[in-house]
């Protein structure tokens, strides 16, 4: 007989001391520490877009959605958001894809047509729904973002302004 099947978060798991829980605490306490609010909690993973999506992927996004379920446990707002890497250069062609990606090599994946037929914008986000969907197929809420449209649209600008005009001491943090 197969165990219970049930979400974890249906379950009443989360709450019970869980590495999860103990992460929610740390990412609490950090950000007290930094001073900064607590309306709203995100956590966030990326969603490669460059190949086919694998089991760690899916690990990688459960982990972080789990964080996200034991911060609400623990009373606070919180969002998991699934980041797409669609802004990220295809460097090779990957195991078991259309050779005729090599004539892409090197572009952000939004910017290469869907290989697949035209049932996504880009290949870069039919790789990016695969991993959505099994999302969805496990009770994942979240928040969908694409790198791609994330710069595009300048959300990161007073972000990369910042880094810029501290570019000597980002540099001392990066090389120690």
Known sequence: MIGDLRPIHEKGIIGRGTWYDKAARELVERER???????LLRTESGLGAS???????????????????????????SEYIAFADDKD?????????????????????????????ECHRSFGEHMSSLLKEALDLNGVKYTPMSAYETYRDGLLDEEIITILE??????RIIES
């Open 51 to 77: 190949g086919y999506p694998h089991i760690g992927s899916l690990a990688d996004a459960l982990r972080n959605y789990a964080i996200t379920l034991a911060l609400q446990v623990q009373g606070y707002e």
């Open 89 to 117: 250069g295809l460097r090779k062609v990957p195991e078991g894809m259309p050779e005729e990606l090599e004539n892409y090599l090197g572009f952000s994946v939004a910017q290469i047509p869907d290989i697949f037929g």
């Open 33 to 39: 520490k930094l001073g900064r609010s607590l309306e």
């Open 166 to 171: 501290n570019h000597e001491k980002v540099g």
